[in-house]
């Protein structure tokens, strides 16, 4: 059996799973995907593989008394077995009171995140590719590291309600570090797409080529605060920070960055520049995603962020019932709108300034606030009267994002660009941010 | 939970995948048979959130044909047909990368040890005690930490148990069972008219232990500023604690910025040895394997070579080991049918080796694997994997008291907090969760705001006491990330109390 299935075989399956089910009400989800990946490091390729995953969750409750069991093994001994064994744990656990059962059938907006382009990619496309980088990094006498991973899959989840919900997806993901042989100088680009076709890996590798070579010979500045200009790949990480922070139940409670003496939240506030903009939007084309949350509840283009002020926070069925609001979900996917300025444009309009590629192993710090540690990697450079003059060597930071975002200056187009720290792709302009702060100085390249 | 495969018939199975390989062309190969349960039970304050059991289970094969590597996973794979197609498939791939590879794959010699098994010293299973247990110890923790001033307070119990099942052409047949338990918590205190809100998590260690871990015995504690724990964790008390900490967190003094001595609990201390000696000393890191991921490292091959390269102090002797009983790292062997050993990284302050496994020994001229490689599931390829790193406790008689006395200005951290290094393990900023001011010799009151940055070879070379093995304890990573696709992997780092002078402290306070 394939490990993609279509939605009526995934339909059957669940529904046959289902009938196993002798609890009050039953949720079943069920997953499948092929990876096939290469990766390369050194100038060689140094693992390749393929996966397949598939993966059965029950979720079976008597009353408010909640048990979960998971499984990989397919076959109808395994179904119900893994029905059973919910169904054991569910009857030994104490009543959740803020279980809230499932839902009955909704509606969803289409699916966009599939791509017949994509879920063809083979071990021989894959080292094309990779070949098409790793050319370009071997005849300059520069060491590439990099990997590439297409993924196929599908998720659906069906309830005893007669909730079904299924969303097909594929994904590729590249990511390239270029060294120079004596380890002076680095460069990184990451690239992420629904559609394959889209992937340039040379075009990719390039810009890293010149990162690496362009960042050889880094001069030490002092640490202090500094204009800087985020790529995407740099802002993202720091921007995951608030998007995964929109919940309104740690809001309500005091301890989020949205909360406020005596227990109000900074719902319809402004807290950040009035250029910021943040939603989410599973129909978007160039980041389609899953038109329903993990629970069955669809979702919709929705703002987080507007203006500057807080529109939305995360209500989980249950907190939005205590608070009389509606849910809603934790969204699938986040965009940030951006500016007309181009990359060039961003550069000449500075007069100090420091240029990031990439921030790396980010930490919170402070929940309170939001701070954030972590350093600049694999292309820094120093801008001085709209050019750039010269590398510098790698700062740590602390600094906040929504600090960041109030002292925001200009706002680039938006891209797709992949997380470093998640894997997950977003659609985030390039940013120039003032007083932005680096607290030391790495010796790193 | 039901009992895994026999292992007669998972000998069968293996047998199947070898001489398949073999008769492909194969000049090595190796099966892995796991199957892999995890149970987590999650609550808050007086509700479970979540009772939850998985099992995984299937079976990678990996070989070497035409000098390079090649790997195949089956799921569910439960007759010999479906091993066999697996290891012919794992052949395939490995000729197909072979055209790709510029040099053959040096395998460090390995004795096979025929049919041997190891189990985990538990004393009591975790996933046989019942769930109501569990529950009503969650939530009387969970009680306790409300009744003593915390406003919300989240707990949780993860169990692991991998049964795996090694067979090699080197003729080795290993059964072995490994458990892992972590109980965690964390409180968080809220003073409303400020908004302001202080967290506090649990002092445990995630351990290869059993559910004894969960058994108190007074011999298990260190009293003092707050107590900590060895190799029993009594739950409740440190909840309690927690919450008044927290509580006293919101109005503790804000640290000044600047100098201090630095006294670091091994419950704080294992997470810099883990990231600021565990990490740079993985030989494939060195090499530049994991350059587009987790990074390189500073400790390159010239230092080693030169038997000058000063890692630390005279005081610091880092060790790895895959031994330590109890720890999350033991086992009988590694993934690739190695018998687990004790070795020396850093002796007397000088770097004098890395972590290696078989393809990898020649090139630091080992005769023999250090017996480190890992896979976190059937499913993926086993590589080089940090073992235990531990700092050995010092020869002379000293008690933390002790070591305080001599503090003029300083801090004592409990407790991991925030951390986060550099792609090459140089420069390194960390939190905690409880911090104490030193004031001549004194702990004078609590302090917030606190983490300490610094470059590893500087902060190990600031070292200069640390406390005898009556305070050696075990801290621990219950999901340590490298490679790419990512694996996770549980690891022990052991330290007794460890005075470091003059590290750079930051207030972290900010506005929003």
């Known amino acids: 059996m394939s490990s993609i299935l279509s939605e009526s075989e995934a339909k059957a399956l669940l529904q046959k799973v289902l009938s196993y089910s002798k609890a009050d009400e039953c949720e079943v989800s069920l997953m499948g995907e092929q990876r096939g990946n290469l990766r390369y490091a050194r100038n060689e390729v140094s693992t390749s593989g393929s996966l397949v995953n598939q993966n059965l969750t029950v979720r079976s409750s008597f009353g408010k008394k909640v048990g979960v069991a998971a499984i990989d093994e397919f076959g109808e001994e395994s179904f119900e077995k893994v029905v059973r064994r919910s169904e054991e744990l569910a009857r030994l656990a104490p009543e959740n009171p803020e279980f809230m059962g499932v839902l009955g059938p909704q509606q969803y907006l289409g699916s966009k995140g599939f791509f017949e382009s994509t879920a063809a990619a083979d071990p021989a496309s894959r080292a094309d590719a990779v070949l098409k980088s790793l050319e370009l990094s071997r005849s300059q006498n520069l060491v590439a590291s990099g990997f590439l991973e297409n993924q196929t899959g599908f998720s659906a989840t069906m309830n005893s309600k007669g909730l079904f919900a299924y969303y097909p997806s594929t994904n590729v993901n590249f990511s390239l570090t270029v060294r120079t042989p004596d380890g002076m100088g680095s460069g990184y680009v990451a690239r992420g797409y629904s559609d394959i076709k889209k992937l340039d890996t040379a075009g990719a590798t390039k810009i890293a080529i010149a990162k690496s070579l362009g960042s050889v010979g880094a001069k030490a500045l002092e640490p202090g605060k500094y204009t800087v200009i985020l790529e995407p790949t740099a802002a993202v990480v720091l921007l995951e920070n608030i998007f995964s922070s929109m919940d309104a139940r740690s809001a309500d409670e005091g301890r989020s960055f949205l909360s406020k003496p005596g227990g109000k939240t900074k719902l319809g506030e402004k807290i950040m520049d009035e250029r910021v903009t943040i939603y989410s939007d599973p129909m978007d084309d160039e980041l389609p995603a899953s038109p329903w949350s993990g629970d069955g509840q669809p979702q919709e283009k929705r703002s987080w962020i507007e203006k500057g002020v807080v529109k939305n926070m995360v209500y989980s069925r249950y907190w939005a019932e205590k608070k009389g609001v509606k849910p809603v979900p934790f969204p699938t996917n986040m965009i940030m709108q951006g500016g007309d300025a181009t990359m060039e444009e961003m550069i000449r309009s500075t007069k100090q300034g420091i240029l990031v590629t990439k921030l790396w192993y980010i930490r919170r710090v402070d929940p309170q606030t939001l701070l954030l540690t972590g350093l600049t990697r ?61 607290s030391s100085l790495s010796d790193a390249v | 939970m039901e009992p895994g495969i026999d292992v007669a018939i998972k000998k069968k199975l293996a047998d199947a995948a070898l001489n398949a390989a073999k008769s492909k062309g194969a000049s090595y190969a190796d099966v892995r048979i796991g199957r892999y349960l995890n149970q987590f039970v999650i609550t808050r304050e007086d509700k479970v959130q979540n009772i939850v059991n998985t099992e995984s289970y299937g079976v990678g094969i990996r070989v070497i044909a035409d000098g ?72 009387s923790v969970n009680d306790a930490a409300l009744k003593n001033g915390a406003n919300y307070v989240n707990s949780v119990l993860f169990m692991v148990n991998e049964q795996k099942y090694f067979a090699s052409t080197d003729g080795s047949y290993i059964d072995q069972d490994v458990h892992r338990i972590w109980p965690n918590f964390n409180v968080t205190a809220i003073d409303p008219a400020s908004g302001k809100f202080e967290t ?39 909840a309690t604690a927690a919450a008044r900490q927290a509580k006293e967190k919101l109005t503790a003094k804000s640290v000044e910025a600047g100098k201090y001595d630095l006294i670091l609990d091994p419950s704080h201390l294992w997470l810099t040895i883990h990231e600021s000696v565990g990490h740079p000393l993985e030989l494939d890191r060195v090499l530049g394997y994991e350059a587009n991921f987790a990074g390189t490292s500073f400790a390159t091959l010239d230092k080693w070579k030169s038997k000058n390269f000063q890692y630390g102090s005279k005081e610091v002797n880092l060790i790895a080991d895959k031994l330590q009983v109890g720890s999350l790292g033991a086992v009988g062997w590694d993934d690739e049918g190695v018998n687990t050993k004790k070795w020396d990284l850093v002796k007397d302050g000088m770097l004098v080796n890395y972590q290696a496994i078989r393809d990898q020994a020649h090139i630091i001229g080992e005769k023999e694997s250090h017996g480190c490689c890992y896979a976190d599931s059937w499913a993926s390829v086993q590589f080089q994997r940090m073992p235990n790193v531990s700092l050995a406790p010092g020869k002379t008689p000293l008690s933390v008291d002790e070591m305080i006395k001599d503090v003029k200005k300083g801090i004592y951290i409990i407790g991991d907090g925030s951390f986060s290094i550099d792609q090459q393990r140089y420069n390194f900023q960390f939190g905690g969760q ?33 406390c005898d093995e009556r305070d050696y304890r075990l801290g621990g990573s219950f999901r340590d990330g490298k490679g790419q696709p990512m694996q996770v992997s549980a690891v022990s780092h052991g330290s007794s109390t460890t005075r470091f002078n003059g590290v750079n402290v930051i207030n972290t306070a900010r506005k929003i």
């Open chain 1, 378 to 438: 694999d292309g820094t450079f120093y801008i001085e009267n709209g050019k750039i003059k010269h590398p510098v060597k790698n700062f740590r930071f602390n600094e906040s994002p929504v600090i960041m975002l109030n002292n925001l200056e200009t706002l680039g187009k938006p891209e797709r660009v992949v997380s470093t720290e998640s894997d997950r792709n977003y659609l985030i302009p390039p940013m120039k941010i003032r007083e932005f702060t680096f």
């Open chain 2, 434 to 466: 409880l911090f104490y001011e030193i004031k001549d010799g004194k702990i004078a009151g609590m302090l917030k705001d606190v983490a300490y940055q610094s470059n590893t070879q500087e902060f190990w070379n600031s070292c200069v006491q640390i």
């Open chain 2, 200 to 238: 506090r998590n649990a002092l445990s260690a995630p351990l290869g232990m059993g559910y004894d871990y969960l058994q108190v015995n007074p011999s298990d504690k260190l009293t003092g500023i707050t107590t900590r724990y060895n190799k029993g964790y009594d739950m409740l008390e440190d």
């Open chain 2, 68 to 139: 390079c590597w090649g790997f195949s996973a089956v799921v569910d794979a439960k007759n010999e047909s479906q091993l066999a197609k697996a290891a012919e498939d794992a052949v395939a791939i490995a000729k197909a990368n072979a055209k790709l590879m510029k040099e053959p794959v040096q395998l460090a010699p390995q004795k096979g040890f025929g049919e041997v098994s190891w189990k985990a010293p538990i004393v009591k299973n975790a996933f046989e005690v019942p769930i109501k247990e569990k529950v009503d110890l969650l939530l």
